[in-house]
């Protein structure tokens, strides 16, 4: 091409530089990887400019036919959806004097650039209506503010969190969500954090938790661990008017909720820092009987020590146990003691068997002696395979009784079981979040790090996952919903050990982020419009809620609202 460069340039200036179509070709059939429009679109044949497409105008309906019933029809509409292609160029020059001098391959190297500028080019105007050509309708953003069909939510301060926030709330809505779209720029906000700090962590935990899977499980009452503990710090607490529950699990997740449900209001409110709509919440529980079902054996539950310990001491609740359960063979006792946490786990829940029996003898009482008001049945080799409902609410839970073996592997024995229940809670797993710009790992569910070492990664696995300078993930973003606290702190060391030994390695001694200002962050924070709070200001809100709590005579009471917390840290 011409050295002289133009912002305007004709097709007959180009002459003979125009690429040629098996490459024009090559570029269209790569574009949809640079296209988060292109990746979800279908693609329709136009033979002109214009084209007009029937489309469905709402989702067809479903229905479940009897034997020998009839087949409805679904009530949809179809609309009129006017097509016009627009045409789209990218022209880059290049010098004579660069092709004379260039030591690689240049259309290589150019070839990527075009399809990912034009992959923007279509994102930013079909989805937020960037630079849109003026036959084209409403772009996605819009079209969506229209119809009332978006969701607005966030704090600002934490993009990951924020987004598996709206996400969940559009699950919880019936909507599947298959991919994030953001307004340009905003995957790139990690890249700048990498301008300001020598190394960034990702430690985003989970958001959000795995569907049960079962027959009936879209019953008004079945209620997810997230929710529910969620719940335990606003002011929506699911419907506690069942007086029968279960909780399905084998961790701590469960053991959590089945603790909360079964705990008393004036007891929660004693011993720890909740608000009054909380407390208000968990006094109106009308649970009194609660069952925990396990899938596997004594030996394979996950539970930390302390946690039995909790459930092990509270107010009005007797603990029964099914003394089968506990019959374990040489071999199971033998694989759980070569764990130390295992062995532990093992031994308390053998010290519970015991309580739960001494509560039965001495009448039906709780830890201390006192009546029990409340029953918890602990059930395992229990794998509930159904839940059973009527008009809509679940009326039943179907267990199966199953066998493990020492190695872990579960056996299902065909015997089966009902019990009635007005609520089901499931703890079976979380999925740690997603972060904007980082590959996910979807089958081991955490954010890529091929290596399993912490370091990101471009991709979850392959020979195409290459090491992302200075980006670390920790915690369950690093090896998925998996491990305690003890497993943290081990990540911790590993990964602060890999972070010393790249820095180690790296131009100015690790001393990297172009910007050394100490106050740099605080002026990136301040350009998008963030107000930390700071250690000073996390005192005050510490001491606000301490004096709320002196007055009822309690150590703390929580501030919920952030609003308000915002307010007392940066008074």
């Not at 195409?464 to 670390?472: D, K, M, N, P």
Request: charged share 30%; proline share 4%; with cysteine.
């Amino acid at each position: 091409m011409a050295d002289n460069f133009s912002s305007q340039i004709l097709r007959g200036d180009l002459g003979g530089a125009l690429i040629p179509d098996e490459i024009s070709q090559e570029i269209i059939q790569t574009l949809p990887q640079s296209s988060v429009l292109l990746t979800r679109a279908r693609r329709v044949p136009m033979s002109s400019k214009k084209k007009t497409q029937p489309v469905l105008a709402s989702l067809p309906e479903a229905y479940w036919v009897s034997e020998g019933g009839l087949k409805q029809t679904s009530k949809t509409g179809w609309e009129d959806v006017q097509i016009t292609a627009e045409e789209l160029a990218v022209i880059v020059p290049i010098p004579d004097s660069v092709v004379d001098d260039a030591k690689i391959n240049l259309w290589d190297t150019v070839k990527p650039l075009i399809a990912e500028a034009m992959g923007k080019k279509i994102d930013q105007a079909g989805i937020f209506g960037v630079d849109k050509p003026s036959t084209w309708g409403n772009d996605i953003l819009a079209g969506a503010t229209a119809a009332g069909t978006n969701v607005a939510s966030g704090t600002g301060v934490d993009l990951a969190d924020d987004i598996a926030m709206i996400g969940q709330k559009l699950s919880e809505k019936g909507f599947a969500v298959n991919g994030f779209a953001s307004q340009p720029g905003l995957n790139w906000q990690l890249a700048r954090l990498r301008d300001e700090f020598d190394a960034v962590y990702l430690a985003i935990g989970a958001h959000s938790d795995k569907k049960l899977g079962l027959p009936g499980e879209a019953a008004l009452g079945v209620e997810s661990a997230v929710k529910m503990l969620r719940a335990i710090g606003d002011d929506e607490l699911p419907d506690l008017s069942g007086q029968r529950v279960c909780v399905i699990g084998g961790g701590n997740v469960a053991m959590d909720v089945a603790r909360e449900l079964m705990r008393n209001a004036d007891d929660l409110k004693e011993r720890t820092d909740i608000p009054d709509n909380v407390y208000e919440g968990i006094k109106a529980n009308k649970a009194k009987t609660l069952h925990l079902f396990i899938r596997r054996g004594v030996a394979q539950a996950k539970f930390s020590v302390q946690e039995l310990r909790e459930m092990e001491k509270l107010p009005g609740v007797q603990l029964i146990i099914n003394e089968d359960d506990f019959d374990l063979d040489d071999d199971t006792i033998e694989e759980a003691g070569k764990d130390k946490l295992t062995r532990q786990m093992v031994e308390e829940l053998f010290a519970i068997r015991e309580m739960a029996e001494d509560m039965e003898d001495d009448g039906d009482t709780d830890f201390e002696g006192n009546p029990a008001d409340r029953k918890y049945y602990i059930h395992f080799n229990s794998a509930p395979v159904e839940v059973l409902g009527a008009d809509g609410k679940v009326k039943a839970i179907r267990v199966e009784k199953t066998t493990t073996s020492a190695d872990g592997k579960m056996t299902r024995t065909g015997e089966f079981e009902e019990y009635p229940v007005q609520a089901v809670y499931h703890a079976i797993g979380y999925k740690p979040a997603s972060a904007p710009g980082i590959a996910y790992d979807d089958r081991r569910a955490h954010l890529a790090n091929a290596n399993g070492d912490g370091r990101i990664t471009t991709e979850a696995s392959g020979e195409g996952a290459q090491v992302r300078e200075r980006l670390y993930a920790t915690g369950w973003a690093k090896r998925g919903p998996v491990g305690l606290i003890g497993s943290t702190k081990s990540d911790a060391l590993l990964i602060v050990t890999n972070m010393l030994e790249d820095l180690s390695k790296a131009a100015e001694g690790g001393r990297v982020a172009a910007d050394r200002d100490p106050e740099s962050i605080d002026r990136l924070l301040a350009s998008r419009g963030v107000k930390p709070i700071d250690f000073a200001g996390w005192k005050k809100v510490d001491a606000f809620e301490r004096a709320e709590g002196a007055k009822e005579g309690r150590e703390h009471k929580k501030v919920i609202d952030p609003e308000q917390m915002r307010a007392l840290a940066h008074a």
